[in-house]
């Protein structure tokens, strides 16, 4: 099995996830879900290997969540996975699934934990913070 990143190139945390899986020795598939969409099993598979729930999954900034009323109390899981389905911006990125598990990888430094090898060093967080040092080890 190979790693699959649910992926956003227009979001600074799944471009940088991406760049650690590849700098791995990795190439993963790449689902860019924006243009694929969501299917309400594939989001019930996915955050039930990640151990999430629709709620935890949920952007709520820089989404239309407020607008569709998604972060009122009361608001139930299948809202929220049919709101997914019909604005896929909504679910959180990037989820990466590899043999190693599925993740919500934010912080991007998450993914780590689902490579075989780590990519050598340095390498940065988007926000320029250091996620790998010149020795190839974890920083943090």
């Given at each position: 099995?190979?790693?699959?990143?649910?992926?956003?190139?227009?979001?600074?945390?799944?471009?940088?996830?991406?760049?650690?899986?590849?700098?791995?020795?990795?190439?993963?598939?790449?689902?860019?879900?924006?243009?694929?969409?969501?299917?309400?099993?594939?989001?019930?598979?996915?955050?039930?290997?990640a151990g999430l729930n629709p709620r935890d999954a949920l952007r709520t900034t820089k989404s239309p969540a407020a607008e569709l009323g998604l972060l009122e109390d009361g608001v139930d899981d299948e809202t929220l996975l049919d709101a997914m389905v019909a604005h896929p911006v909504l679910v959180n990125r990037p989820i990466v699934a590899s043999p190693r598990g599925v993740?919500?990888?934010?912080?991007?430094?998450?993914?780590?934990?689902?490579?075989?090898?780590?990519?050598?060093?340095?390498?940065?967080?988007?926000?320029?913070?250091?996620?790998?040092?010149?020795e190839g080890r974890r920083v943090g």
């Open positions: 099995m190979s790693i699959v990143i649910h992926h956003n190139p227009g979001c600074g945390t799944s471009r940088n996830v991406l760049e650690l899986i590849r700098a791995s020795g990795t190439e993963p598939v790449v689902i860019e879900y924006l243009d694929t969409g969501w299917t309400k099993p594939q989001l019930l598979a996915l955050f039930a290997a993740r919500l990888c934010r912080p991007s430094e998450r993914v780590l934990d689902l490579l075989d090898r780590l990519p050598p060093g340095p390498l940065f967080k988007e926000d320029g913070s250091p996620v790998i040092d010149t």
